[in-house]
């Protein structure tokens, strides 16, 4: 990387990194090659930089007409898995993606602060989580372009204003709104949801304010079949790291590292797979060819023994590490 490089590059770069649509990709590059100085030392930066450019332009070519990078209300799925946040104005959303992640949000004492879908990276241990920061619900509802959005998520995240005397209500409107939709549904109602309550969770949010445990186990009572309820405080940052652990768990996903026979395995770079997965799913997300010649595995984890030979079906656990040899 040239050293020469103008700061506001590196802020453009970031806005780049953090781009999760592909308009919003090839504007910052632009931005970048237009302050880059041109002299020799940022040849090679350059070229890759337009490289990078015209992919893109490709990509956004080929996607029906571009229509979906033009809706605003699609969030591009980075990392481990995509977390959508649902609740009422003011109930403490974007502070959670303000706390835990870089995204840049806009956190406001009034409500309908936010008016667009907005994702951020919240690292976990070493991978990293997509949370979407989304527009309030409403009195009458959910908008109806806002359910694409909560529809491609992952798992679901619905808050819950605890300091607010009306949260008991809060939560059976919302509850209420999410069945109609069929987007969730309380246990017994829960055939035809989008998500069940494997895939939700509830933030019992601003739980530092005064009164609002007291609150908690009055919604607690008064809904029964409430979905897995977490309480949180942004502010003091209570439970925040419980939070994020069940939010791995329910993403039921496995983190699993390569090692190159006779080396170190790779443990900075894990690969995500779905909770159930086996070496040979492992071998093809890593490289076709891995996994068209594989012969055999060794792992170190869930093994019997450091460096077990395992056969393609034998079924991965969470951070296991994995050599594969080859027939060819
Ligand atoms: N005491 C306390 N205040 C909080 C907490 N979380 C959020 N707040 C405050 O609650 C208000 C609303 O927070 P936001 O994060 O903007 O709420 P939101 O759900 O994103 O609101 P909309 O964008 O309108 O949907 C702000 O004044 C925050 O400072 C918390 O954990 N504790
Ligand atoms: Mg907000």
Same mark, same amino acid.
């Given at each position: 990387?040239? @050293?020469?490089?103008?700061?506001?590059?590196?802020?453009?770069?970031?806005?780049?990194?953090?781009? +999760?649509?592909?308009?919003?990709?090839?504007?910052?590059?632009?931005?970048?090659? +237009?302050?880059?100085?041109?002299?020799?030392?940022?040849?090679?930066?350059? @070229?890759?930089?337009?490289?990078?450019?015209?992919?893109?332009?490709?990509?956004?070519?080929?996607?029906?007409?571009?229509?979906?990078?033009?809706?605003?209300?699609?969030?591009?799925?980075?990392?481990?898995?995509?977390?959508?946040?649902?609740?009422?104005?003011?109930?403490?959303?974007?502070?959670?993606?303000?706390?835990?992640?870089?995204?840049?949000?806009?956190? =406001? +004492?009034?409500?309908?602060?936010?008016?667009?879908?907005?994702?951020?990276?919240?690292?976990?241990?070493?991978?990293?989580?997509?949370?979407?920061?989304?527009?309030?619900?409403?009195?009458?509802?959910?908008?109806?372009?806002?359910? !694409?959005?909560? !529809?491609?998520?992952?798992?679901?995240?619905?808050?819950?204003?605890?300091?607010?005397?009306?949260?008991?209500?809060?939560?059976?409107?919302?509850?209420?709104?999410?069945?109609?939709?069929?987007?969730?549904?309380?246990?017994?109602?829960?055939?035809?949801?989008?998500?069940?309550?494997?895939?939700?969770?509830? @933030? =019992?949010? *601003?739980?530092?304010?005064?009164?609002?445990?007291?609150?908690?186990?009055?919604?607690?009572?008064?809904?029964? #079949?409430?979905?897995?309820?977490?309480?949180?405080?942004?502010?003091?940052?209570?439970?925040?790291?419980?939070?994020?652990?069940?939010?791995?768990?329910?993403?039921?996903?496995?983190?699993?590292?390569?090692? =190159?026979?006779?080396?170190?395995? #790779?443990?900075?770079?894990?690969?995500?797979?779905? *909770?159930? @997965? !086996?070496?040979?799913?492992?071998?093809?997300?890593?490289?076709? #060819?891995?996994?068209?010649?594989?012969?055999?595995?060794?792992?170190?984890?869930? =093994?019997?023994?450091?460096?077990?030979?395992?056969?393609?079906?034998?079924?991965?656990?969470?951070? #296991?590490?994995?050599?594969?040899?080859?027939? !060819?």
């Amino acid at each position: 990387m040239p @050293a020469n490089l103008p700061p506001e590059y590196y802020e453009i770069e970031e806005k780049f990194q953090n781009a +999760s649509r592909i308009d919003e990709k090839i504007s910052a590059l632009n931005e970048m090659l +237009s302050v880059i100085p041109k002299h020799k030392g940022t040849d090679k930066l350059r @070229a890759r930089l337009r490289r990078k450019l015209s992919n893109l332009k490709e990509e956004s070519k080929k996607s029906k007409g571009g229509e979906v990078q033009d809706n605003p209300y699609l969030v591009e799925k980075q990392g481990a898995g995509q977390v959508v946040l649902v609740g009422f104005p003011n109930s403490g959303k974007s502070s959670l993606v303000q706390k835990m992640t870089n995204a840049k949000v806009e956190v =406001a +004492s009034y409500p309908f602060t936010t008016t667009l879908p907005q994702p951020g990276m919240m690292p976990y241990e070493d991978i990293k989580i997509q949370l979407v920061d989304t527009p309030p619900i409403t009195e009458e509802g959910i908008p109806g372009p806002f359910i !694409s959005t909560i !529809s491609k998520g992952d798992l679901l995240l619905l808050f819950v204003d605890i300091a607010g005397e009306d949260c008991v209500e809060q939560m059976e409107k919302m509850l209420k709104f999410l069945q109609e939709k069929n987007i969730y549904g309380r246990n017994k109602d829960q055939k035809n949801m989008l998500f069940n309550d494997h895939r939700c969770l509830t @933030a =019992a949010a *601003k739980i530092d304010i005064e009164g609002s445990e007291e609150r908690l186990e009055i919604l607690k009572e008064l809904i029964p #079949d409430h979905p897995e309820l977490i309480p949180i405080s942004s502010k003091t940052e209570k439970n925040l790291d419980r939070l994020k652990q069940r939010i791995f768990e329910k993403l039921n996903v496995i983190r699993i590292y390569t090692k =190159a026979p006779g080396r170190k395995a #790779d443990t900075d770079n894990p690969f995500v797979l779905r *909770k159930g @997965a !086996s070496v040979i799913d492992f071998a093809g997300r890593v490289h076709k #060819d891995l996994a068209n010649n594989f012969k055999k595995a060794h792992l170190w984890g869930s =093994a019997r023994f450091d460096g077990q030979n395992v056969g393609k079906d034998y079924q991965l656990e969470d951070q #296991d590490i994995v050599e594969i040899h080859t027939s !060819s």
